[in-house]
């Protein structure tokens, strides 16, 4: 940042996601959730530092590889993405046709005379239609420009797929085929899914663990069934997400997440916590048994 200050967009994120298995890391905008996500792909700006490591199963770690290894053997082989923002990810010059053509064939090696069916099976699997194929990104909806990237993203069959709000956009009948698309690749031949999402709804359909970020920091990771289900959340701001929901009480969490520059001493949402004491506003709750909180 100017004047040579930092700010810490994500701090001591551990997880392990094995295959066959889906991560839903759900919170607030801002908290941290894509910035972890850029940082796996090396996708993170030039001003950013990384600490730490994130392997992958054959030992390669992703903070510690270089351009040219994730260029060539994991972007979109190794772990596939389905972006945020669709519409920055795709080309605007070239067709959708185009792009997906291109990307069957180099990351499957598929024949010239075979792209074309190829191409159309792709988009089918993120339910983009044929009839859109030959359109521009410029010519889609901000729901189509979605479909076209999960798409794109599902070519390679990769053994991790990020996918950083893959729902965005679509109606709700669209939302459930795209999750249980992204279910049926994970469970396919054992690859892993770490969804990015608001959406519970669509977690609660989808995922094995739920992790719940908070200004840059993971404050709770438990069991979906445990989540959604019984005893339900320990974390209090986990409890505020759930009870914003319309199907349960709708109260909206009170306040605003803290400033990531100007980190309060203690427990981050001690300001929005009707529980906090002495000890939640001065010392900085660990991750412990699964939850950050003193009185979890």
Do not use: W
């Not at 972890?36 to 001003?47: E, K, Q, T, V, Y």
């Not at 901000?142 to 950083?164: E, F, S």
């Amino acid at each position: 940042m100017p004047a040579g200050r930092y700010v810490e967009a994500v701090t001591g994120a551990t997880f392990a996601l094995a295959p066959g298995e889906s991560l839903a890391l759900v919170g607030e905008s801002g908290c941290g959730k894509s910035v972890l996500a850029s940082a796996l792909l090396g996708l993170l700006p030039g001003n950013a530092e990384t600490a730490g490591s994130a392997r992958l199963a054959d030992g390669l770690d992703l903070l510690a590889a270089d351009e040219r290894t994730l260029a060539r053997t994991v972007r979109g082989r190794r772990v596939g993405l389905v972006p945020q923002s669709p519409a920055a990810h795709l080309t605007p010059v070239r067709t959708i046709r185009s792009q997906l053509q291109e990307t069957v064939r180099e990351l499957t090696g598929t024949s010239p005379p075979a792209l074309r069916a190829a191409a159309e099976e792709a988009a089918a699997r993120a339910a983009f239609p044929a009839s859109h194929l030959d359109r521009h990104p410029h010519e889609l909806s901000g729901g189509l420009a979605q479909r076209a990237a999960t798409a794109l993203a599902l070519v390679g069959d990769a053994p991790l797929l990020l996918a950083d709000e893959p729902t965005t956009g679509l109606d709700r009948d669209l939302v459930l085929r795209t999750v249980d698309e992204l279910s049926s690749h994970t469970r396919a031949d054992g690859r892993a899914l770490l969804m990015i999402t608001h959406d519970l709804a669509a977690a609660e359909r989808i995922a094995d663990t739920v992790a719940v970020m908070y200004a840059g920091r993971i404050v709770e990771i438990t069991p979906a069934a445990s989540f959604f289900g019984s005893p339900g959340p320990r974390h209090p701001y986990a409890r505020g997400l759930l009870d914003a929901l319309p199907e349960r009480a709708f109260t909206p969490v009170p306040g605003s997440p803290p400033e990531l520059g100007a980190l309060p001493p203690g427990c981050a949402f001690a300001a929005r916590c009707t529980a906090a004491d002495r000890l939640c506003r001065t010392r900085r709750p660990a991750l412990t048994e699964g939850v950050a909180c003193h009185h979890a």
